[in-house]
Structure formats: C-alpha cells, structure tokens
C-alpha cells in the first residue's frame, strides 16, 4: 500500500436540511485480488465531538449505550449526558476507516476502534442490518443509488450516492466524494 493524500467531502440531506463534512488527511491506497483498498485514520469524528457537536451522531457508533442508577441517589440517570460521555470516551480512541471498493458495484465501510461501524453500499442493492441503541433495536437499511470508481494506481477518485432508512422510514440522503493524490506530489492544503 502506498501512502497518499485523501480529500472527503460526505453531503447529508435530512428532511431538505443539507450538512456538508470534510476531512483532508493522510492514508493508504493499495490494490488486492482485483479490489482496492483505501485506509486513513479518522480524526473528524473525535474532532465533531470535541467541538460539541454530537448532535449528529453516526448511526453506526459503538453503542449500545448502558446506563444506571447513581447509588448515592435515587434520580433516573440522565441519558443524554451517559451518551455524551460515550461518544467522548470513543472519540478518545483512535478510530481507523477502511473502504474496500469492487468496481462501480459495492463499497464496503468498515471503522474500528473507539467507533465500530460496517456499511456497505452496493448499487441498486440495499442492505439491511439490526443496530441496538440502548433504547431498543432499529432495522437500518442502505440503498446504494450510483458508485463511479474512478481509482488508479496513483489516486483518483470514488463518488457515492445513497440512503439511510429506520425502520423503512427514510432518513437522509448521502453523497460522498473522495479524492485521491500520492503524498508528496502536491502541496498540502493549509
């Protein structure tokens, strides 16, 4: 695997609202078995919760989420804060992404570490899968709407397109662009 330079650009659109993240950083490119293989350490999640900004919480994070009663009192816990603190003790972990891309057909997402997640994306496909919250189970689905891999030996690019639903009721609309450079051929950005 080579090292290269990784430019993201994820687009989120709930209920016509759009949330735009981007993420510049270093990784690896490398090709196996006729698939190629992308992997980066991802900062932006441990950066969002250091800003405060949990709100928009991935809904493939470590969860389930445990909470009890303080013994030194007999209040109901406060959810909200033992979930905050969770994401907080996960974004204190080093969390690893690897995207394993077949051809235009699927992309699989696996993270690990402090936040463990595994989406794939496969066009014209959805796949589904049971997320435990703590507050019950969800039946999440991905539909993966368009994949164009446009990668090469020395970078290139990867576009996704797709939709989250809970339950069968649709979430957000998603589109990722990734943009790959070898490391040290260009200047890198401020």
């Known amino acids: 695997m080579k090292e290269v330079l990784i430019t993201i650009k994820g687009t989120q659109d709930v209920d016509g609202e759009e949330e735009?993240?981007?993420?510049?950083?270093?990784?690896?490119?490398?090709?196996?078995?006729?698939?190629?293989?992308?992997?980066?350490?991802?900062?932006?999640?441990?950066?969002?919760v250091a800003d405060?900004?949990?709100?928009?919480?991935d809904p493939y994070d470590s969860g389930p989420y445990e909470y009890g009663r303080s013994e030194a009192s007999d209040e109901e816990p406060d959810e909200e804060a033992a979930a905050q603190a969770d994401l907080l003790q996960a974004a204190r972990e080093e969390v690893t992404t690897l995207l394993k891309v077949e051809d235009d057909r699927m992309v699989?997402?696996?993270?690990?570490?402090?936040?463990?997640?595994r989406l794939t994306v496969?066009?014209?496909?959805?796949?589904?899968?049971?997320?435990?919250?703590g507050y019950g189970e969800l039946l999440v689905g991905v539909f993966g709407e368009q994949i164009q891999n446009r990668l090469g030996s020395k970078g290139g690019s990867l576009y996704m397109r797709y939709t989250i639903d809970v339950n069968h009721s649709l979430v957000s609309r998603n589109q990722v662009e990734i943009n790959i450079k070898e490391a040290g051929r260009q200047v890198c950005p401020n």
């Open 122 to 133: 496969e066009k014209g496909q959805r796949h589904m899968s049971h997320y435990d919250t």
């Open 108 to 117: 699989t997402m696996q993270r690990t570490g402090g936040l463990r997640s």
């Open 20 to 48: 735009v993240i981007e993420l510049t950083t270093l990784g690896k490119l490398g090709q196996k078995d006729g698939k190629w293989y992308i992997t980066y350490k991802d900062h932006a999640f441990a950066d969002s």
């Open 52 to 57: 405060g900004d949990v709100a928009g919480g």
